[in-house]
């Protein structure tokens, strides 16, 4: 098939169309390391919520924003993604959301010592804008990459939000600890909205609007109409979308898990008794560690790929190496110096090399054959699966560092085989609709996962149960997996893109 590059235009090569796609995983990240996990959070509850009465009601008013934000989100992801299928507009839409996430972390940098309520509105604005133009920059990917390519491409995205993410993320922390008073913060705030409009550039130019599907005459209320038509037959049409919607199951159940680990890690951290710096650090440690393993996931289901049996036995021996190490190192390490801590984590990853140099094609080559998006997806899985066991028996910083570098493994490689292969299974004609319901499946994990985990925390008394009991969800998602047929899911998508006349990447 063509690639977009050459069906809408040659003013760039389709190089540089992957790469401007890749780059905006780059501009967004940096608002969801410093905005939402590592800065704004802490921020809101010292000092915007400083003059409410208590911090648990800081928390309380944080927590209500991030649930609205994600609720609009998720009512109005569908519509606009099926909306931009009709009227040709993912670019517009992706632009004006961006606009909108933009303008409102900018303004944050007028928030100060009891600003709570502003904090809040802007926080909201801001998230709707990151969230809703997320959704049709994964509707692009499916035009921009080639069947072959889209593992590859997605993991990249993830490895450059990483490292652009992780970069604006530390240059903030040191800002914030040399500026006075609340100017670092502030100043992180404003940041992240020039990197974001920065970095944003590269898509808005080199990447071509994807051609609309059955586009009616008009636009307007007819556009809209046609939109609301075209999403509701979908939905009635489940049957002949069979395996896409088997994989959104699988997707929304084991992705619950994810995102509740992603989201209560450094809480859990916290309960434990580790010191809150460490746990910044561990944070920002998974961030680096992601890039590299993002692009390993990426390319293991590659049948192109040389590397595949060397990339196999290294993930196999960190899936066993390092549950082992950690709990070895806390019996026997005489301290927690994090200097020691990061010696022995390289220790493990020298050695790790060593081994998958020399297992890789004598012992591998035969498994990892069989491998495709599909079973990467589950191997990554099992990953995590020994991670929620790990988790309910960890004691010590030394376990948690390990840990979190096992974390970093899989959480990036994870999500962009399950974009990449969600990708594969959705008609290119019917992408921004088809995202927006793949969205809509992200915001419930992001709801669902936490409510269930603070619901296993109220049953039991604290969080170790409920970090084990996330063991389901990973083993229910690896058993739906196995239930989709990967290839009768593109036949189908191939042909409602034949029917709708357009040639997909």
Not at 213 to 238: D, H, M, N, Q, Y
Request: with cysteine; aromatic share 12%.
């Amino acid at each position: 098939m063509a690639s977009l590059a050459e069906t809408v235009g040659k003013r760039f090569t389709h190089k540089q169309i992957i790469d401007a796609w890749c780059m905006y995983d780059w501009a967004n990240s940096a608002f969801a390391t410093t905005i939402l996990a590592a800065v704004l959070p802490v921020y809101y509850s010292q000092v915007a919520g400083a003059t409410l009465s208590s911090e648990a009601v800081a928390t309380a008013y944080w927590s209500l924003g991030l649930s609205l934000s994600l609720l609009i989100a998720t009512i109005i992801s569908p519509i606009l993604g099926t909306i931009s299928d009709v009227v040709r507009g993912k670019k517009r839409f992706l632009t004006a959301f961006a606009m909108m996430g933009i303008v409102g972390t900018g303004l944050m940098v007028l928030v100060d010592t009891g600003d709570w309520l502003l904090a809040s509105v802007l926080f909201v604005v801001a998230r709707i804008g990151f969230t809703g133009s997320t959704v049709f920059y994964d509707a692009l990917l499916p035009h921009v990459a080639g069947e072959e390519e889209r593992d590859s491409v997605s993991a990249r995205g993830y490895a450059m939000g990483y490292l652009g993410g992780g970069i604006l993320l530390a240059i903030n922390a040191a800002m914030i600890a040399i500026l006075p008073g609340t100017l670092g913060p502030r100043l992180s705030f404003l940041s992240v909205a020039f990197w974001w409009a920065l970095f944003s550039i590269p898509i808005l130019r080199r990447v071509p609007e994807p051609p609309s599907a059955g586009a009616p005459k008009g636009v307007g209320t007819s556009a809209i109409t046609e939109s609301f038509r075209r999403l509701a037959e979908t939905l009635k049409e489940v049957r002949h979308y069979k395996e896409l919607f088997k994989f959104l199951i699988a997707f929304l159940i084991y992705n619950d898990a994810i995102g509740t680990i992603i989201s209560v890690a450094a809480i859990y951290g916290a309960e434990l008794g580790f010191d809150s710096t460490k746990l910044v650090l561990a944070l920002l440690l998974v961030q680096f560690v992601g890039i590299p393993f993002s692009l390993i996931f990426g390319r293991l289901p590659s049948k192109a790929e040389a590397r595949r049996p060397f990339y196999l036995a290294f993930i196999i021996y960190n899936l066993v190496a390092l549950p082992l190490v950690g709990v070895i190192g806390a019996r026997a390490l005489p301290s927690e110096n994090l200097g020691v801590i990061l010696g022995l984590i390289a220790a493990v990853e020298v050695v790790g090399v060593v081994f998958a140099l020399l297992t890789g094609r004598p012992v591998f080559s035969k498994l990892v054959a069989t491998f495709d998006t599909k079973r990467s997806i589950a191997l990554s899985l099992i990953v995590y699966a020994v991670i929620s066991v790990w988790g309910y028996f960890l004691n010590s910083v030394v376990e948690f560092w390990l840990l979190a570098w096992m974390v970093a493994i899989v959480q990036g490689g994870s999500q962009a085989l399950s974009r990449s292969l969600y990708a594969s299974l959705s008609p290119a004609a019917k992408s921004g609709e088809f995202f927006g319901l793949f969205g809509v499946m992200e915001k419930f994990s992001a709801i669902l996962g936490p409510l269930l985990f603070a619901a296993a925390v109220g049953i039991f008394g604290n969080s170790r149960p409920a970090i084990l009991s996330l063991i389901v969800f990973f083993a229910i998602g690896i058993l739906m997996l196995r239930t989709v047929d990967v290839d009768e899911g593109i036949r189908v998508a191939r042909e409602e893109d034949a029917r709708a006349g357009l040639v997909s990447a």
